[in-house]
């Protein structure tokens, strides 16, 4: 029973998240699992027994995570309920750029930036399926950041003073963001296809073998018999989870089954329950050695020690200041601590 009213508490957290993405049907689903499951062995192989070039990697993860992203997220809301033709051909487009890419990488590198009509064309492709795969996932804002930038690179040389630049070619610019090693399977994707993917499988395993609960556990048994006891559970459970998965939602869901329940039966309304776990969640992003930091480590080439050194002052600084403000709520409020419950 328990069980099934923290299954339902999470469920009410993603409830918004999910608006987004598609429900496939059961045939679908399972070959996307497939796929997933498949790209997820890849690179364990790769990240600790086997080797590849750094372009054909990143052509492989980029490749299989595009093409799911055009059927899991709709091209708008109306869609949401089945995977249209057009979803078809972004995925057909998808998996021919980063196909093109994967058996044609050694004949562009050894032409040293020479490329071909349709090397070009097949970026002009690969651009469009990069800006609405972001338009799709994330939003219209990211996608008009990078077209405005694109055009940018075209159109930049007609803005006077320092804002301008020289003129450069489209087969130039086409070329750059596709076949080279700085674009669009640049230091990104070399980081998520390195150490992101790895990391999401670590967390993804440690949520299913029960490490929120294990979390969850330690973090009661230090706090729970102090004055507002669950909801410094949930700050200090939050905070070691988050330093594993480095996401929020994925935060919430694990150790937020178990806290936001338990806040409430403790006397905490529901929104500030709510409040307190996603505030503690985002503790992921900021404490090491969450993936954060391993992207960051990866994007400016610092040692991932010193970046920890860095990292743990503020994210101890943000766990003290909401355990502060539990302290002077639970005096305002009837959340109990467990001695006066006893």
């Known amino acids: ?46 990240g600790f027994f086997g080797y590849t070039s750094a372009m054909n990697l990143r052509a492989v ?9 055009f059927l ?40 040293a930036g020479t490329t071909t009509t349709v090397d070009i064309v097949f970026g002009i492709i690969a651009i469009l399926v990069v800006l609405e795969a972001a338009r799709r996932s994330v939003g219209p804002v990211l996608a008009g950041v990078g077209t405005f930038f694109l055009l940018y690179g ?30 669009i399977y640049g230091t990104a994707i070399d980081v998520s296809a ?21 979390f969850v556990d330690i973090a009661y048994s230090l706090t729970g018999r102090k004055r507002g006891g669950p909801a410094k ?20 869901v694990t150790t937020g089954a178990f ?19 996603a505030a503690s969640s985002s503790l992921g992003a900021v404490i090491p050695p969450s993936l954060p930091f391993v992207v960051y480590g990866g994007l400016t080439s610092i040692s991932i020690g010193s970046l920890f050194v860095g990292g743990y002052l503020p994210g101890v600084i943000m766990v003290l200041g909401i355990l502060i403000m539990l302290v002077v709520k639970a005096r305002n409020t009837k959340a109990l601590d467990e001695k006066e419950r006893l």
């Not at 409430?264 to 500030?272: H, I, V, W």
């Open 233 to 252: 559970a949930a700050v200090v459970s939050s905070a070691l989870m988050g330093c594993m998965s480095g996401s929020a939602v994925a935060n919430v």
């Open 72 to 111: 899991l997220f709709p091209s708008r809301k109306k869609t949401i309920d089945k995977v249209t033709v057009f979803d078809w051909i972004w995925l057909a487009a998808a998996g021919a750029c980063s196909g093109y890419i994967l058996f044609n990488w050694l004949r562009i590198a050894e032409n």
């Open 154 to 183: 075209i159109f930049g040389h007609l803005i006077p003073g320092t804002m301008g630049h020289r003129q450069y070619t489209l087969q130039r610019i086409f070329a750059f963001l596709y076949t080279g090693t700085e674009g």
């Open 1 to 46: 029973m328990a069980k099934t009213k923290n299954t339902n508490a999470a469920d009410e957290i993603l409830e918004e998240d999910s608006k987004r993405s598609r429900v496939l049907p059961k045939n679908l689903d399972k070959g996307v699992t497939i796929a997933l499951v498949l790209l997820g062995l890849y690179q364990i192989y790769v």
């Open 259 to 277: 806290t936001i329940p338990l806040m409430k039966k403790n006397g905490y309304q529901k929104g500030f329950a709510g409040a307190i776990e």
């Open 61 to 69: 993860h980029w490749m299989v995570i595009s093409m799911v992203l």
């Open 194 to 214: 390195k150490y992101v993917a790895i990391f999401v499988l670590f967390g993804a395993m440690l949520e299913k073998f029960g490490g929120g609960e294990l």
